[in-house]
């Protein structure tokens, strides 16, 4: 393995901009590390190799006239395979959209190519995003780059997992129940879910269009901000989009403090259910922030144990509406059988396409939205939201931000809970409350498990539009980790 594709892209950007390495260097170094480890990770479900080599000489050639760049210009990047792409295969994990050249570009896609980012593929996920481990994909799992007998987390452990394996420096996700920020606990990395809004979905293939939230991914605070502040940004074509200024996240994590911050550890997400291990590193990451200032009180959010019951009827009553499109008739896979008819070809297409969790969530949610059962299911479900954003707001009037485990457990074993599907959505049980209620969370790695050895991830949640407020505290606390165990935790990855 090279240094090159060790460094985090802020050490790249500084390395290119002393002339001591060009973008074509780093992408190439990054390329051929793909080719090196990705058959056993399977982190990418396509490599666009031309394409970032041709962004890499743009940017490069932008530089040698000494034009003013981009901050990230020349920082090679992957994509989530969820964002649409022009002209390079985008699936969203499932067969249906297997072999698709979308026309057009995501609006986030649009921003890296603006800021002159080669964009070295698309990664795998769970098939339409639904899923917590990457084994729904249907092009196979990917594997957790720190023992490849473990998921990397999901939706996006592709993302996730081609940071860990050193595949890329940087990486964007989409985060719908907390498909962001769990990766990154279990596999070690940084992943922030923004305020709904502060990112467009434009162009985002959409599960639950109320949850949906595009972020950044990466190995260090920095550098997920630095990621954060260029796809960001209000855009017209999305009628969810904020319009509100990006705020300087980089002159936050410069400028973290936690002095005098009161920090709430949420009761409700922790204890029962947790492994020890995940709880140990926690309490021990609190205490590294009272040492640096801030006061540690108990914040109580009782409706947040009803938040897994309430997401698991709205999430599936939107995809079922969301995926009605994927019909056989316009695009995608069309099972086609010359002696049916329409009503038949899209039964046989959509049997055909999409894999058992797509169809168990499609099948949920029209029931709970079907008439008789709207108000019983999919309207209570609606008012257990208000009541979790109502819980945060309550917090958040006492707080500055909350702070919880990212996930309950450290990775688990591939195979171990693909065929429970109730186990498998307890993972997501520290993270939905977030995005039910649409403000921004980050997660953050604060160490190993001692009874195994695997990463532990921190979640710092803050109220809507204080995105910036997440990345001074996790700042302070990346700093205070090093200070204490003297290297980046993702360093340890590798040989």
Known sequence: MTDIVRMTATQLVEEMAQGNLTSAE?????????????QDIHAYLHVDREGALATAAEADAARNTGADLPPLAGVP??????????????TAGSRILEGWLPPYDATVVAS????LMPILGKTNMDEFAMGSSTE????????????????PGG?????AAALAAFEAPLAIGTDTGGSIRQPAAVTGTVGV???????????LIALASSLDQAGPCARSVRDAAMLHQAIAGHDPRDSTSLAAPVPDLVAAVREGDVRGMRIGLVTELGGEGYQPGVEQRFREAVDLLADRGAEIVEVSCPNFRYALGAYYLILPSEASSNLAKFDGMRYGLRVDDSDAGVEQVMAQTRAAGFGDEVKRRIMLGTYALSAGYYDAYYGQAQKVRTLVQRDFAAAFADCHVLISPTCPTTAFPLGEKVDDPLAMYLNDIATIPVNLAGNAALSLPVGLAPEDGLPVGLQIMAPHHEDARLYGVAAVLEGALEDTWGQPLIEKVGG
């Not at 890296?112 to 800021?115: E, G, M, T, V």
């Not at 729904?136 to 998921?151: C, E, F, L, V």
């Open 155 to 159: 939706s996006g452990g592709g993302s």
């Open 136 to 151: 729904y994909s249907a092009y196979g799992p990917t594997r957790n780059p720190w023992d490849t007998s473990r998921i």
């Open 26 to 38: 780093i992408t190439r170094a990054h390329l051929d590390r793909i080719a090196e480890v990705d």
């Open 77 to 90: 990047v992957a994509v989530k395979d969820v964002m649409t792409m022009r002209g390079v295969p985008t």
């Open 193 to 203: 879910k923004p305020t709904y809004g502060a990112v467009s979905r434009y162009g």
């Open 112 to 115: 890296l190519r603006r800021n």
